[in-house]
């Protein structure tokens, strides 16, 4: 008989953070969710678009919500105006290839908390999340 070991991690569930990722690219959700999954103590989960967002968010109740801006049934700015008024203290993070200021505005207006463009770094995206989580943590105290 052949044991195998399992990896195990001691989680402290207190700290354990939840991201929903929402992008209609099946490619893009597995790439994000690889980048994310190297955190230990995040859980993701996915949508594939604006109005499954808002589905999973009020199932789930996501610590962050990473959004993409071109997708269809609710494009990412209706979606986030949505996420926010059913979650408000919930961090909505843009990740686009759209890098237009009118659109960042009309993001920001919705309720955006911050805009990373598809053409930046991992590190980027990463940094910007986790200091939105400590934000988040911060105003939670």
Known sequence: ?????????NLNLAYVKSILIVDDSPHVRRSLR???ETKHDWVVS?????GDAIDRAKELR?????????????NGIVATSVLKQIMPA???VMFTAF??????????????DSFVDKSE??????????QLLVQRS???A
């Open 46 to 50: 996915e949508a594939e678009n604006g």
């Open 1 to 9: 008989m052949k044991i195998r070991k399992l990896k195990v991690f």
């Open 62 to 74: 996501p610590d962050l919500i990473v959004i993409d801006l071109a997708m269809p049934v609710l």
């Open 34 to 36: 690889r980048l994310l």
């Open 99 to 112: 890098s237009d200021p009118h659109i960042k505005r009309m993001a920001m207006a919705a309720g955006l």
């Open 121 to 130: 770094s991992p590190e980027i995206l990463l940094g910007c999340i986790e």
């Open 90 to 92: 919930a961090p909505i």
């Open 138 to 140: 911060d105003n939670a």
